[in-house]
């Protein structure tokens, strides 16, 4: 019987491969089956968390409600998490200049062999106050359990490993 402690994983990952593909217009994404994932640390987040928050805001017109039933994350139909998902999949993002950073360092990843990635400006939605509370308190967890955090450098192909403790 295994004493290891179990951590919550983050609810989405950036499936680097799919999202990197020419011709795919938005952000694809995965569930979390193990820790084989990295963190990316990035400097364009003012303009991917206004992308995000631009998805989620189209949420509220693309999300039928029953009769009387108020726009609360439990009470959605179908529910905000597929929505956000799928809105960012679907979105045609090619104009958007933080989408083609993004898509230049997915390839470079995927270059490498870097399957999934967890960014919170965007495995977070924004407009989600229940997960973003949720996702913030495992941050932690998920910085300290993920392969390794990558801070790519604006502009060049070089990205730098944040450190990690001994023996990790």
């Known amino acids: 019987m ?79 998490e597929y929505l956000y998902e799928k809105l960012l999949e679907d979105a045609d993002l090619s104009d958007r200049s933080c989408f083609q950073e993004l898509k230049q360092l997915l390839s470079w990843l995927a270059g490498d062999g870097v399957e999934s990635i967890w960014m919170d400006a965007l495995c977070i939605n924004q407009t989600d106050d229940a997960e973003k509370e949720a996702e913030i308190a495992n941050m932690g967890s998920y910085y300290r359990n993920s392969i390794a955090c990558l801070r790519p450098t604006p502009w060049s192909r070089q990205i730098c490993s944040c450190s990690r403790p001994e023996g990790r």
């Open 2 to 80: 295994s004493t290891s402690k179990q951590f919550p994983s983050p609810i989405r990952l950036i499936d680097v491969s799919e999202t990197a593909k020419d011709g795919q217009r938005g952000v694809v994404f995965r569930k979390a089956k193990h820790w084989r994932f990295h963190i990316v640390s990035h400097t364009w987040s003012k303009s991917v968390r206004d992308l995000s928050e631009e998805i989620a805001k189209m949420i509220k017109h693309e999300t039928p409600k029953e009769e009387g039933m108020s726009h609360e994350r439990d009470t959605l139909m179908p529910n905000a």
